[in-house]
T-cell receptor
């Protein structure tokens, strides 16, 4: 079956670094997405990885290992506004997105 | 990035009535749009894929007669929740890809519509 696993909730301190992990098992693979979703709002795109390695975009970076079925989202210099849910999604062979349940990130002062 | 607009943002209705939610791509043409439902503290659940000019493709377990989808133009898809009941109360979100290729990747989401059925 198809499955996406990510932690339910994480807590971090303002100014610190946090890594949110995601493991996936899908029928085929056409890339791994990370989206940010604030409470009561629709998701917004953060990153897309299809090749192994690290993609850096400002304070956010995303890593992919296809052989391990593993990705992580790294958030640096955390700000209070980063408090949100972070959704991992894998695109399968039919180009359908399989969504994880999301990781709720709580930032404390 | 591309803009997807969804309306209404909030809707409260009585049980047994029907509610229509609109999803528009404002600055691009979307031959395919996706409708999701999200219950509190849960992930997005794909309900159906809306294809312009043809019937929608529904996911397993989603009642096509209850959730009517119409994709009449390249910029508009509508979701009608017919004979709504309290258990249909949820956050409904549409999305679309900007680009002809499926591999273009990024999905653009509407603002979402929070439906409360009394």
């Amino acid at each position: 079956g198809q499955n996406i696993d990510q932690p339910t909730e994480m807590t971090a301190t303002e100014g610190a670094i946090v890594q949110i992990n995601c493991t996936y098992q899908t029928s085929g693979f056409n890339g791994l997405f990370w989206y940010q979703q604030h409470a009561g709002e629709a998701p917004t795109f953060l990153s897309y990885n299809v090749l192994d390695g690290l993609e850096e975009k400002g304070r956010f970076s995303s890593f992919l290992s296809r052989s391990k079925g593993y990705s992580y989202l790294l958030l640096k210099e955390l700000q209070m506004k980063d408090s949100a849910s972070y959704l991992c999604a894998s695109m399968d062979s039919n180009y359908q997105l399989i969504w994880g349940a999301g990781t709720k990130l709580i930032i404390k002062p | 990035g591309a803009v997807v607009s969804q309306h209404p943002s909030w809707v409260i209705c009585k049980s047994g009535t029907s509610v229509k939610i609109e999803c528009r791509s404002l600055d691009f043409q979307a031959t395919t749009m996706f409708w999701y439902r999200q219950f509190p503290k849960q992930s997005l659940m794909l309900m159906a894929t809306s294809n312009e000019g043809s019937k929608a493709t529904y996911e397993q377990g989603v009642e096509k007669d209850k959730f009517l989808i119409n994709h009449a133009s390249l910029t508009l898809s509508t979701l009608t929740v017919t004979s709504a009941h309290p258990e249909d109360s949820s956050f409904y979100i549409c999305s679309a890809r900007d680009g002809a290729g499926w591999e273009s990747g990024e999905l653009f989401f509407g603002e979402g519509s929070r439906l409360t059925v009394l």
